[in-house]
């Protein structure tokens, strides 16, 4: 019997410490956010947009040369930092939502920027950071060009 309550209190500590083990390393994660670090996007050539937030993509509406460079800096900023979880080519691997099926135009732009710059968390983790201090705003509109030049699944 006591050798009983002995195994039984060492099983208990075991629990603990592999449950406190746990815990740790659900922490890591959602801190760690896997292990690929944001990468800042050099938006050079593109016209700069000041502090305060557009509600449209002013590539899309400025149009010509400054669109086309636009889609080629977002492409490589997508890559950079987004296609791990929204897929390669913005083709999603069912991790996140494809972003192909946002809404065109001014709708679909208020809603990307606003999950870009606060990211999503969900019970305290994020399950997408906030570009908001990772990103310029040259480099979020530059990446939803690219985005919006990916056709639409069927
Ligand atoms: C660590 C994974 C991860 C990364 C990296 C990530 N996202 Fe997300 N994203 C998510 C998840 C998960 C959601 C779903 C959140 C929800 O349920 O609304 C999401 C949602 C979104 C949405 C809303 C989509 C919709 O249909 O409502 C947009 C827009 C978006 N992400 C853009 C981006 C862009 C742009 C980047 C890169 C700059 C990026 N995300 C990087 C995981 C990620």
């Not at 390669?88 to 192909?100: H, K, M, T, V």
Request: glycine share 10%; aromatic share 8%; net charge negative.
């Amino acid at each position: 019997m006591k050798i009983n309550v002995q195994s039984s209190l060492k099983t208990l500590a075991a629990a603990a410490l592999v449950a406190g083990a746990a815990q740790f390393v659900v922490v890591g994660t959602s801190h760690s956010h896997g292990d690929v670090t944001p990468q800042a996007v050099d938006t050079e050539g593109l016209d700069e947009l000041g502090e305060d937030y557009l509600e449209e993509n002013p590539y899309r509406l400025v149009g010509g040369e400054q669109y086309d460079l636009a889609i080629e800096i977002g492409s490589s900023g997508y890559s950079q930092n987004c296609a791990r979880c929204h897929g390669l080519q913005a083709i999603s691997g069912g991790i996140a939502p494809d972003l192909r099926l946002l809404e065109d135009g001014v709708l679909g732009d208020e809603w990307y920027l606003e999950r870009v710059r606060n990211g999503y968390s969900q019970n305290g983790a994020y399950k997408m950071p906030q570009f908001e201090s990772l990103l310029s705003q040259e480099a979020m509109w530059a990446i939803r060009s690219y985005i919006e030049t990916r056709p639409k699944p069927e």
